[in-house]
């Protein structure tokens, strides 16, 4: 697969993930978290589907396009590693979505990454929340949840707290 044919799946994937939390969250209230801004592409879905208020994003740097950063209240800035504790006390179990992309290309780096998710996202993460991630990520007491049709194995992943 060409390195073009890759980003397309990606970006495709990400797209169908978000859109199914949507239908999956309609009508409930709660914070949704966007881990890396990048360009913004993925926040600015996101504040299509959940409104941008709702939105936290967590980056070490903003290099995004104009038209997507968000204000200060919903910025925080630094290495997850400081930052999602500090979210947690701040926002408490009150996240209904946490979108994760913000895996590196090293496969080593990702597992620490995804183990470090794994325990400091659960207290962020309301019964029912989802968390979608481009790394399989171990959160405790969830469960799998099916991929959006179209969207090939192990490209993203989507997980459903159960209580
Ligand atoms: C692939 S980009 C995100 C792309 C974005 N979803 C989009 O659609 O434009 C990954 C982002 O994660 C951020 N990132 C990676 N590791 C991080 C860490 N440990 N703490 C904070 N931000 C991190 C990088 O700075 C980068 O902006």
């Keep these: 697969m060409s390195r073009l ?3 397309i799946r990606r970006l495709k994937a990400q797209r169908s993930c978000l859109n199914f939390a949507a239908g999956e969250l309609t009508g409930q209230q709660g914070a949704i978290l966007e881990l890396g ?3 913004g ?9 959940f409104g941008r208020d709702a939105i936290y994003v ?5 290099a ?6 968000p204000d200060d209240q919903h910025l925080f800035l ?8 500090a979210a ?3 926002l408490g179990r009150s996240a209904l979505l946490a979108h994760c992309d913000i895996g590196t290309g090293v496969e080593e780096e990702n597992r620490k990454l995804a183990a470090y998710l794994a325990q400091a996202l659960a207290p962020l ?25 179209g969207v090939p194995a192990n490209r993203y992943f989507i997980r459903r707290v159960v209580s």
Excluded at 41 to 49: A, C, F, P, V, W
Excluded at 64 to 69: E, G, N, Q, T
Excluded at 125 to 149: M, R
């Design 78 to 85: 630094g290495d997850i590693h400081d930052t999602l504790p």
């Design 5 to 7: 044919d890759s980003v």
């Design 125 to 149: 993460l309301a019964p029912g929340g989802l968390l979608i991630s481009d790394q399989p990520i171990a959160l405790p007491d969830s469960e799998a949840v099916a991929l959006p049709e």
């Design 58 to 62: 967590f980056d070490r740097r903003v």
């Design 64 to 69: 995004a396009h104009p038209a997507c950063i």
């Design 41 to 49: 592409r993925t926040y600015d879905h996101l504040g299509e589907l």
């Design 88 to 90: 947690a006390e701040r």
């Design 37 to 39: 801004l990048g360009n």
